[in-house]
């Protein structure tokens, strides 16, 4: 069967997370994501990764981790045979993508109101920290500012830690993974009507909507969320635990999983203790019951306990690094990681991670490897109807 965004084709004008993460998405579901570069440097990311020659080389490790399955076409949108090379790319398009400051493309005279004068089926996507419009759309925006700003910050760590950003930079995925599907549906009815559309994507917003839970607790139940650290505020026992050897998380959040767990531990009385029987008072005594929970899991290791707990129905999981949760059978049977022998520019596999969903028709995989700055700009223009002579004045006058 054929990819699921088999024909459409993408303009990504991306740089760095966001955005090369949101047209990553459509690359890996069959989509013709042609990147969109500024000759001679390209996207952020080809410089950025731990790698400092593959840095130099364009290829820095946190390029190659979003753009594998794309082409790179380098156009100069400032320059007039540029922008006219770029408006038969947009003719030849069906969804844009960019996440520049708002009010740039408009400036370069590009902006959606006149791209949807050339296309009029056209789906149009800009992401941005904080929207197109608003008090902040101006401001600079990097995964931090809009951490910070979206409370996501003041809700990470405990009381001694908080605020505290997360690990990786979540504000700029959550809005890369919106943008995709804000755009999967804006194709979906332009499949039936014909239609294009603008699509405003805010990191601040997405950030704000992924938070439900915290945002809801204030709004509906008027409680400030706070930094409760590695616990669960909807239940107890239920965070992470120190066991004989690493920390295992434990999510007993249903009353029968409390009862399982009391028993697999070797602490039935638990259950049944009036200060720990209800719920509630489970919650309110959560550090007295851990402290209980943790002296008999002291008997064993968290991997020993994490077979335990859950072949008898209660979520248990131990803490992994990176590397370890990279070898863990069950990532290597789903197969989440693609190995390409190499990349332009790379002397040295090339493993991408996919996405996070198989398909019954073929799951979502790149099919080339991250491309070399400007690699597809003779073949894509060929493709747009431009004679070689052309494109070798193109050249020769920066357009391209």
């Not at 890996?28 to 990147?35: E, F, P, Q, S």
């Not at 820095?60 to 090379?85: E, Y």
């Not at 990279?326 to 790379?346: C, D, N, Q, S, Y």
């Not at 799951?363 to 690699?375: E, I, S, V």
């Amino acid at each position: 069967m054929s990819p699921l965004l088999d024909k459409i084709r993408v303009l990504d004008l991306t740089n760095v997370l966001a955005g090369p993460f949101c047209c990553y998405q459509m690359a890996l579901l069959g989509a013709d994501v042609i990147k969109v570069e500024v000759p001679g440097t390209g996207d952020l990311a080809r410089q950025l990764g731990a790698d400092r020659d593959l840095n130099k080389a364009l290829m820095g490790v946190s390029f190659l981790a979003q753009n594998a399955g794309k082409r790179s076409v380098t156009v100069n949108l400032k320059d007039p045979a540029g922008k006219a090379v770029f408006r038969r790319l947009v003719e030849s398009a069906d969804v844009l993508v960019e996440n520049f400051r708002p009010g740039v493309m408009d400036r370069l005279g590009l902006g959606w109101s006149t791209l949807k004068e050339i296309k009029p089926s056209l789906v149009y996507c800009a992401i941005s920290g904080f929207g197109q419009t608003g008090p902040l759309h101006g401001n600079p925006a990097y995964d931090q500012i809009v951490q910070g700003l979206a409370g996501v910050m003041s809700v990470t760590g405990d009381e001694t830690t908080a605020p505290l950003r997360v690990g990786y930079p979540v504000a700029d995925t959550m809005g890369g993974i919106t943008a995709a599907f804000a755009i999967a549906a804006a194709l979906v009815r332009r499949g039936r009507t014909g239609e294009g559309e603008f699509i405003d994507v805010s990191m601040l917003e997405s950030t704000l909507v992924a938070m439900g839970w915290q945002v809801s607790n204030y709004l509906v139940a008027h409680v400030q969320p706070r930094p409760i650290g590695n616990e669960n505020m909807t239940a107890s026992p239920s965070g992470t635990f120190t066991t004989g050897s690493g920390p295992l998380n434990i999510a007993a959040n249903k009353q029968e999983q409390f009862v399982a767990l009391c028993q697999v531990i070797g602490r039935p009385e638990l259950a049944t203790d009036p200060l720990y029987v209800d719920r509630e008072d489970r919650k309110k005594r959560r550090f007295e019951l851990k402290a209980e929970i943790e002296k008999a899991l002291a008997r064993k290791t968290a991997k020993e306990w994490s077979l335990l707990l859950n072949a008898k129905g209660i979520p248990a999981g131990e803490v992994l690094s990176i590397p370890q949760v990279l070898e863990h059978p069950h990532i290597r049977e789903r197969k989440l990681v693609t190995r390409f022998p190499g990349a332009p520019g790379v002397d040295r596999e090339v493993p991408v991670v996919r996405s996070g969903f198989k398909l019954e028709s073929g799951d979502p995989t790149p099919h080339t490897p991250p491309p070399a700055l400007g690699a597809d700009t003779d073949a894509i223009l060929q493709e747009l109807g431009f004679a070689p002579e052309e494109i070798s004045r193109l050249r020769e006058g920066g357009a391209i």
